[in-house]
């Protein structure tokens, strides 16, 4: 491992960095609310005229200055950016609900389309990572179930059996975001292959599921509270006897904790980032209502303890930051093991950092901190479902604890 850690910012990335702040804050910031209202206007999970408009005209943009598909971190494509160099765009992206797809780095895509690219077959990259690559289509991941803890992906039971050239999948997926999109057109699922005799971590795949697949049948929408996230979406889908070709199971049968892995890590600190931007733009909010409200004849920065709310989330923001980089450092060493607890913890600090952020923002703002009039609701909803995303606080935290242990105890934990 290189000792030499360098967290800092390079050169490209600077400049990388400079255009996307830019166009964030002259072109998406300023749309995003109106994309926002345009969910209420006719069929919620279809794009309006209104909607495509602003966002193909946005990624059009980008497109056209370069700034588009950062995240291919480690490849030949693209930019080639190191995950610490990346992760600096991925927090300047998490400052709006639009930023990361204008420049193509939304999640599912990105772990989807690096999944297509190490794995996927020369017919797969053709007809799903290139509109990928393009913004044409979206995708998304299935993992979890409704009825075992996924928490243990060692209990994802959907069935898929081989049958002649095919493979016949049955079972339920929930929180399968972005499912939802009217662009979604391709789905990476995680499903159980092996028997009672196989080893636990050897009896999972991954398969490729086109979403307009005889047999695939959309239940509903999962709200988090009380939101759809509509045309996005968190979909309860069905599997009823999904055919699909032998060649959509990628690398082969036993091998979907190892893509699993190496899918969740990058993504993962990409969430975390994003979370961190999210935390820079409610204190940014907080600020200047701080300054711009009175109450009792004082700006409300003067009153109560709102001068140590403001030290304190400044504070935080930066250790959640130092820690995501040190994390992306880790995982840029080649090590997936070693990086592992790294990556854990950040995924426990950034959501729970930027959560408490966001929400003395919105205790700042009153009554409407909780409103549509301000982007804290929404911010304050999203990253309260990241705390469960990829991974729940408990599981992140009992993988640290048993890295830690390992150093004082051969015991296994």
């Not at 889908?237 to 190496?262: H, K, T």
């Not at 999210?278 to 300054?291: I, Y």
């Amino acid at each position: 491992m290189n000792t030499q850690m360098d967290l800092g910012m390079s050169e490209r990335v600077a400049d990388l960095r400079q255009k996307i702040t830019q166009m964030m804050e002259d072109e998406i910031t300023p749309l995003e609310g109106e994309y926002l209202a345009q969910v209420e206007v006719g069929d919620r999970w279809q794009h309006t005229k209104r909607q495509s408009e602003i966002l193909e005209g946005l990624k059009s943009k980008a497109k056209n200055q370069g700034l588009w598909n950062f995240w291919l971190t480690d490849s030949t494509k693209g930019f080639g950016l190191t995950t610490v160099e990346y992760a600096y765009l991925a927090e300047e992206m998490g400052k709006s609900h639009l930023g990361a797809e204008v420049f193509n780095c939304s999640a599912p895509d990105t772990g989807n389309m690096e999944v297509l690219e190490r794995y996927g077959l020369e017919e797969h990259k053709r007809q799903w990572l290139e509109p990928l690559l393009d913004g044409k289509i979206r995708s998304a991941y299935l993992m979890t179930e409704p009825d075992i803890a996924s928490s243990d992906a060692t209990n994802i039971s959907m069935s898929c059996v081989r049958d002649g050239d095919e493979y016949v999948l049955n079972g339920e997926k929930w929180w399968s975001t972005g499912a939802g999109d009217p662009r979604c057109r391709i789905y990476i699922v995680m499903v159980r292959t092996g028997d009672d005799e196989t080893p636990k971590h050897q009896c999972h795949s991954m398969v490729l599921v086109p979403a307009d697949n005889a047999g695939v049948k959309v239940l509903r929408p999962l709200q988090v509270y009380g939101m759809d996230d509509a045309p996005h979406g968190h979909m309860h889908i069905r599997f009823e006897d999904v055919r699909v070709p032998a060649s959509n199971l990628l690398l082969g049968e036993g091998r979907g904790f190892e893509i699993a892995q190496g899918r969740l890590g990058p993504g993962r600190i990409h969430h975390c980032m994003r979370a961190i931007g999210q935390a820079e733009r409610a204190l940014e909010l907080m600020c200047k209502r701080s300054l711009e409200r009175e109450a009792f004849g004082k700006p409300l920065a003067q009153l109560g303890a709102n001068y140590d709310i403001i030290a304190n989330a400044r504070m935080e923001i930066e250790m959640a930051r130092l820690l995501c980089l040190k994390a992306a450092w880790m995982m840029d060493q080649g090590d997936a093991r070693a990086a592992a607890p790294w990556i854990s913890q950040i995924k426990v600090i950034a959501p729970q950092v930027a959560l408490k952020v966001i929400d003395e923002a919105v205790q700042m703002h009153g009554g409407a901190g909780v409103s549509q009039d301000t982007p804290l609701a929404r911010m304050w909803q999203n990253v309260r479902t990241l705390r469960l995303a990829d991974g729940p606080d408990a599981v992140h935290r009992r993988q640290v604890a048993r890295s830690e242990l390992k150093k004082y105890t051969q015991r296994k934990m």
